[in-house]
């Protein structure tokens, strides 16, 4: 996705505003034909991903929840910014992620199956239900993330900063914790069961009841 498509939307969230006027968008790329062109490019690249919707000939809706799933199967958004945008059921299969800022952006219901999110700033992100099977988080900063009922089978998080996450009824068959730093995180009514944790102190993370943490790494054994 091109930096100006980002821009595009990132102006949503910095106006307030769910719709924009054409012309505020021109207004803010410098009003030049030549950007004025540029800014139609995203709009039509953003309206094919699904993110926004034309409305009244010249306003532009960002995508609402329950409309149309923006597709960005297979994206390179590598060392992006990211943070705070809205991309609540966007499908990003085998999205490249890897560095971007991610930092409080809202994911919920995103299908990341297989996207690599290698040293990803992902802060704060609400990811709650998301699916992200296969998915490569390695190295990455999650402290905070909502995981809640996430599928995170087979997901790499080795590395990872998971401090104050809630893994609370998340899928973690598979899953790789190694060296990943866990502490205070939320597992209550998480099945650790073939999730390694190798390396992993969970002294002081909230661990499903009738579990202790020597008990949780040698189930993972």
């Known amino acids: 996705m091109k930096p100006l498509s980002l821009r595009v939307l990132r102006l949503f969230g910095e106006m307030g505003m769910d719709r924009l006027d054409l012309h505020v968008l021109f207004e803010a790329a410098g009003n030049e034909a030549s950007e004025r062109e540029r800014v139609l490019d995203a709009i039509d690249e953003l309206t094919r991903a699904g993110m926004l919707d034309a409305c009244g000939g010249e306003l532009f809706f960002r995508g609402k929840d329950g409309g149309a799933r923006a597709d960005l199967t297979g994206a390179d958004l590598s060392n992006a910014d990211l943070s705070g945008l809205n991309f609540s059921g966007a499908i990003l299969r085998n999205a490249r992620l890897e560095g971007s800022d991610l930092r ?39 402290s905070g993330v909502e995981f809640f009922r996430c599928d995170l089978s087979n997901a790499c998080f080795e590395r990872a900063c998971l401090r104050n996450v809630n893994l609370r009824g998340a899928t973690v068959t598979g899953a790789r914790f190694s060296g990943a730093d866990m502490g205070v995180a939320i597992l209550r009514e998480t099945d650790l069961t073939g999730a390694d944790l190798s390396g992993v102190d969970l002294s002081t993370a909230l661990l499903p009841k009738g579990f202790s943490a020597p008990q949780a790494a040698k189930k993972s054994a």
């Open 104 to 142: 409080t952006a809202r994911l919920p219901g995103a299908d990341l199956s297989s996207a690599c999110l290698k040293n990803a700033d992902l802060r704060n992100t609400d990811m709650t239900e998301a699916i992200l099977p296969g998915a490569d988080l390695t190295g990455a900063q999650a």
